[in-house]
């Protein structure tokens, strides 16, 4: 079910994005209200996810690492994505930053997902 949850949030988060790239600066207030509320969700779901799977036990260094790689991406892609949002002129390597670090974000969490499913 987790799996589900987080790949339909990734889903709905590179859709929303996309609507958000095709409508073209200045941004829909709505559109990047929804963006962001819904990235927010998606990490406080996956934070939340990875705590209680950590209580059941603990996190092996590996793991941990790929948390923290994850974690780091995420905070990337928010902030790039804020500095899109709120300039009026943007160099052209923060929009290319935003879309491969949401890439890479999804490709992280799904490893980090792996090595959990694959726990013993």
Known sequence: ????????????IFFSGFLLY???QPFNTGMLTLHKLLSLALIAYLVMAVLKIGKMAP?????LIACIVTALLFLGAVA?????????????????????????TF?????TFYLFVRRK
């Open 107 to 111: 490709l992280s969490s799904a490893i």
């Open 22 to 24: 095709r409508s073209g």
């Open 80 to 104: 790039s994505g804020g500095v899109l949002s709120a300039a009026k002129t943007m160099p052209d390597f923060v929009r290319m930053l935003h879309k491969l670090l949401p890439a890479l």
């Open 1 to 12: 079910m987790k799996i589900v949850v987080t790949v339909a949030g990734f889903i709905l």
């Open 59 to 63: 996190l092996s260094g590996f793991e």
